[in-house]
Every structure is written in structure tokens, then in C-alpha cells.
Nanobody
Framework: EVQLVESGGGLVQPGGSLRLSCAAS????????MSWVRQAPGKGREWVAG????????YYADSVQGRFTISRDNAENTLYLQMNSLKPEDTAVYYC????????????WGQGTQVTVSS
């Protein structure tokens, strides 16, 4: 069974930082492009960042470019998202997903980790 379990979210002040983690199991993690996706209250899902299977290529939405860094540890089957200079508009539930921008997927969108940026 494929499992993607996010952690690391929380409440942070504008300008602060958080590091999200996604523990993957049930599939060969190192074979897959992975993405981070977020969903703000009342809005649709937004692709945030992607990384190729080996970790050597990364991609970002314009809204987070220069502030967020995606990385992965294939030995530990874990995906990361380092978020710096956080803004209130970054407030959302963050999910990791298999696949690249425009073609990401996961079986259920009910979990994720909440990030709230507020003073």
C-alpha cells in the first residue's frame, strides 16, 4: 500500500521558516518524480515544487521561487520542503504527491500538514 505521510507544519510568523517532511512507503521512491502541492482554504490545489527521481533537478512555482527548496533522501525514502521567508499567502495544507507538475497524484488528499503564517 502506497503511503505518503507529511509532517513539520505549524504556526509561524511572516518571515519565518519551516521544514516539511514526507515519509514515503509502499513503492520504489527513488524511481519517481515527486512534488509538493498545497491547498489554501476555499481554493483549489496548487503545485508548489517538484524534483526528479535522482534529486538533481528541481522546479518551482513562481510564487515560491527563491524562498522554498525541495530536496529528497532516497536512502530514507523521504521528501523535504524547506520554506523560508514565509508569507501569509503561503498558509495552506501541504501535501506530497507522486509525479510532476500537471500530472501529480495521490490516492487520498485528506491528510497533509497544515502551515499557518500569521502574526
Amino acid at each position: 500500500e502506497v503511503q505518503l505521510v507529511e509532517s513539520g507544519g505549524g504556526l509561524v510568523q511572516p518571515g519565518g521558516s519551516l521544514r516539511l517532511s514526507c515519509a514515503a512507503s509502499g513503492f520504489t521512491f527513488s524511481n519517481y518524480v515527486m512534488s509538493w502541492v498545497r491547498q489554501a482554504p476555499g481554493k483549489g490545489r496548487e503545485w508548489v515544487a517538484g524534483i526528479n527521481s535522482g534529486g538533481g533537478s528541481t522546479y518551482y512555482a513562481d510564487s515560491v521561487q527563491g524562498r522554498f527548496t525541495i530536496s529528497r533522501d532516497n536512502a530514507e525514502n523521504t521528501l523535504y520542503l524547506q520554506m523560508n521567508s514565509l508569507k501569509p499567502e503561503d498558509t495552506a495544507v501541504y501535501y506530497c504527491a507522486k509525479g510532476p507538475r500537471g500530472n501529480y497524484y495521490r490516492a487520498s488528499w485528506g491528510q497533509g500538514t497544515q502551515v499557518t503564517v500569521s502574526s
